[in-house]
């Protein structure tokens, strides 16, 4: 369910940020529509 | 998840089909994951946020789960989430989201 | 950032004292931002939100909170029982080696003390009886309950003492969004905290005010008005409120790295010989009172964020065998770094440890985002610290320093349970300097790595992340 699909990043900044999500998918050939760093402090 | 990116994936959803999307997080605790993939699946378990009662059937994986990863260029694998293999355990929440996946 | 050629010359800035207070304020939590808003959709929960507070007892005997103010050290928390909120510390005190808790009265009496413009009512009686014994400053604006009532009837936000209505905080202009009672409640409230610690800190240290040249604040609010929301200096209405008629000041933002930030550029200011003694402070955070509060209800626990955490440190030149800020290990993140934690923690830790001559695995004791996981876990954020140690310990491991199943050891030793209230800025590494200047005083560590964080994604201006790290040690005699 990842092919062919576009990706919304939710990521954490002490975990895996936003960002960094979406740089690796796109560099997996994907398109990134939305990305977001959630900080929960 | 924050009611802020709970309307903006439900405007993507909207936009683009939630059949044309996948969510990616990047959570560093197997906490919480449960309730990001009942959002965009199931709706917001809270009631709360723009996704409650709204059951997007949007598919949920993580970053560091092999599905995800096995795609990522290998030099870029290693040096933006090598590290983050080593710091979190992605085992239990594999588990949770391949069990969300398994319900669409 | 250029690199600069390895030589090592430390840069020593003398730690002359640090103090931390926690201001016990449990009928502000209502004005906490997420309480704020939630209850205003739905009243019913300030009167659940009201059964759970805590009184200032328990407050002052919670583990947490006395690691806090120096009374216990950060490593024996992990063998103190949980739930810490209930298994209270016996005989506890509200001093502490290094800081101290403060009451509601005495918030309300030093509110009224440093409120030029008379936006604080407070009903006489009351008033009278139980803040007037802690009255500092200037005379409190005190009123009939009758004219109090009118006030919050009008627009004043009400302050109560339990079900008490005690007083009344009014806006400061009847147009400007950002002079609204909300606003100015959350921007006092920093500065009297901020205030309270450099005053204690002075006592402590036998210093008098005006012995103080520079005063930075790194509070969490924006002293400004519509013309300019987040123009600040608050730190030259603190400089004043204490009384150090020989200082100005500045603020430094930064999000949560803000406090690191300012004693960089205190300490540099010392170093150039531009002032001899720099104050940097931080008051507290209203805004992120209850901001867990929902989860905290809903697992029957007492609403922990209850607390306005503070803090002063005074800087000024090296003296032989005293514990330093190292100013040439100061660090910071470049734009072009990137936010995976393998980039933070090569900007924060590794490379400025490299310029010393330094490995990962030669520092003792890293202070990182030590959020108090008692307060975060029941909400779903997770144990902050312990993601932030084992990135660390990673990285070390990533460089053959330890190996995979020496991960664990690492975090024991060299890292701690988090301890601080969600109070933003405060738990940002600089929690722990009054506890690092202990340890290292008694020769318990040699060194300790203070590496604070911010996500400067949240004011939506840009979606990177930021960092400021530096070291902590002795003096050579």
Known sequence: ?41 | ?104 | MSELKESIRPVRIGIEGVSYSLTHVPDLVRYGSKPLREIRAKPSLGEQLAQQLRDFDAATAYAPHQVYIGNIAPEKLSELPKPWYERLIEGATREGRFGDLVDQDEFYAILAGADQFNLASFEENWFRRHSAPHAIGRAPKLRPLAEIQALCEKDALPLYSGKQLVGAFEPGHAEDANLIAEVLLENIAAKVTASHSLRSLLKTLTLRPDDIDFVISCSEEAVGDRYNRGGGNLAKAIAEDVGCVNASGCDTKAFCAGPMYAMVLGASMVQSGLAKRVAVVAGGSLAKLGMKFESHLKKNMPVLEDVLGSFAVILSPANPGQVCMRLDSAAFHPVGAGASPQAMAEYLAEKPLAKLGMKLTDVDRYAVELHNPEITVPSGSGDVPRTNYLTLAALAVMRGQIQKNQMEDFVRQRGMLGYAPTQGHIPSAIVYLGHAVDALQRGEIRNSLLIAKGSLFLGRMTQLSDGCSFLVDRNKT
């Open chain 1, 1 to 41: 369910m990842l092919k062919g699909r576009k990706i919304i990043a939710i990521g954490e900044r002490d975990g895996v940020p936003g960002p960094v999500i979406a740089e690796c998918l796109e560099g997996a050939g994907y398109e990134v529509v939305f990305q977001a760093t959630e900080c929960f402090v």
């Open chain 2, 1 to 104: 998840m924050n009611f802020e990116n709970q309307g903006v994936i439900k405007r993507l959803a909207d936009q683009y089909g939630p059949e044309n999307l996948t969510v990616v997080l990047g959570n560093g605790e197997a906490n919480g994951v449960e309730v990001f993939a009942e959002t965009v699946t199931e709706g917001d378990p809270s009631y709360a946020g723009p996704l409650a009662g709204v059951a997007l059937k949007i598919p949920v994986y993580h970053v560091l789960e092999e599905e995800v990863m096995t795609e990522v260029p290998d030099k870029m694998r290693e040096e933006k989430l090598q590290l983050s293999t080593l710091v979190i355990d992605i085992e239990p929440m594999h588990q949770v989201l391949e069990a969300s996946r398994a319900k669409l």
